[in-house]
């Protein structure tokens, strides 16, 4: 934050005192985490894939087909599908400790 000190720019208030004006300046502060992703798969052939939605109107019928090309074309051995409680809150610890049996996960949007 920091104060400046103004006159009022109207002649006849110039005699008056100062204003003091505080700009506050909206950055943060500390250092991000560095975020370092996982390593990709070679391939997705017999693995586990978790799919997790965040459960609006228009999902299902999107991982649906996702579900079908990965079992299909990538030859996956299981597909997991788990939606979230409420769609616009992080997913909430259990059902990400799921995903630590995954080979693969996609989070998925839809409206």
Do not use: C
Request: charged fraction near 25%; hydrophobic fraction near 40%; glycine fraction near 6%.
């Amino acid at each position: 934050m920091h104060r400046l000190l103004t006159r009022p720019r109207n002649r006849e208030k110039r005699d008056q005192d100062p204003v003091t004006i505080e700009v506050l300046i909206p950055t943060y502060d500390e250092r991000p985490v560095v975020f370092q992703p996982a390593p990709r798969v070679a391939s997705l052939e017999g693995s586990t894939v978790g799919i997790i939605s965040n459960g609006k109107q228009g999902t299902a019928a999107f991982f649906d087909a996702m579900e079908a090309e990965l079992r299909d074309r990538h030859r996956v051995a299981d597909v997991v599908r788990l939606t979230k409680p409420n769609y616009s809150a992080p997913a909430p610890a259990g059902l990400m400790s799921q995903a630590r049996h995954w080979h693969a996960l996609i989070a998925g949007v839809g409206d």
